[in-house]
């Protein structure tokens, strides 16, 4: 009987079910994405497709950011091949976020002299969301090599896929210029930038050690769906290993300490449902 589960749960690529869906998504969209470069060569299309495709993109970058968190499959290939697809969608390559975010942002998000994302000036006053949007988005891979750093297991795979995206990226532009920079190296940078933006909100303005007070939440039921509950901002922080689907029960064991000031509506939130 025991061989028998053993073997079952072996079967699984994945390491929690409920990313099965998001990544077959994903996929889909990144195979659509290649269709069209192969056949399409209309300027017009490609810049219309290019438009509409800038928000779905840039709800990828959750579903980056939750795989840089915890690993989608249990088998190493088919990590660094996910990391691939995701890189083309959001600019953000193998271990970075795991650096810039995980190693970074999360250990420091409390000191803004540290924090990897920070929302502070050196000065000490709040940046503007534009302001902290480039800040943010072109310091990003600096400040994930400074991280690196200190975690060369980190690093090494970090700097390895970098360079193979890039020359992926670059080989795409070469055969096809318009379509490579439209379906993949603008997107790249706009979703990264959209990044940027959209964190702004996470924590800017909250200058507390208290950590139940220093992320703002965003429990709008289709938010959550489309970013897997990241809106359970600070049920993330305070147990950051644990998976997305899990987050909306452990944000139930720690609402009590929530203050109430600290639930809105999020930038992506009013961008799909308005208001």
Wanted: proline residues 3%; contains cysteine.
């Amino acid at each position: 009987m025991n061989t028998i589960t053993e073997t079952k749960k072996g079967i699984s690529l994945f390491r929690h079910k409920e990313d099965r869906w998001p990544v077959l998504i994903i996929l889909t969209l990144t195979l659509i994405d290649f269709i069209v470069y192969f056949t399409v060569d209309n300027v017009t299309t490609l810049f219309v497709y290019f438009l509409l495709m800038a928000l779905p993109k840039g709800v990828i970058c959750a579903w980056n950011h939750h795989h840089q968190h915890t690993f989608t499959f249990r088998n190493t290939t088919l990590n660094r091949f996910l990391e691939l697809v995701y890189a083309l969608h959001t600019g953000v390559t193998t271990n970075l976020w795991r650096l810039h975010h995980v190693l970074g942002h999360h250990l420091n998000f409390l000191d803004q002299k540290k924090d990897e994302s920070r929302w502070k000036r050196k000065n000490g006053t709040q940046m503007g969301a534009i302001e902290y949007t480039l800040n943010v988005a072109l310091t990003a891979y600096y400040r994930g090599y400074i991280v690196g750093k200190r975690y060369p297991k980190q690093l090494k795979p970090f700097l390895i896929f970098t360079t193979i995206t890039i020359i992926f990226v670059a080989v795409l532009v070469w055969y096809k210029p318009i379509a490579g920079l439209l379906l993949f190296v603008l997107p790249m940078i706009n979703s990264l930038l959209f990044t940027a933006y959209v964190t702004y909100e996470h924590h800017s303005g909250l200058d507390t050690q208290n950590e139940f007070e220093a992320s703002y939440n965003n429990l709008n039921t289709l938010y959550n769906l489309l970013t897997g509950n990241l809106g359970y901002h600070t049920a993330h922080h305070y147990k950051q290993g644990v998976h997305w689907s899990k987050l909306p029960e452990l944000h139930a064991t720690i609402a009590d300490k929530i203050p109430e000031n600290l639930y809105q509506k999020s930038i992506l939130t009013r961008m799909i449902l308005g208001g």
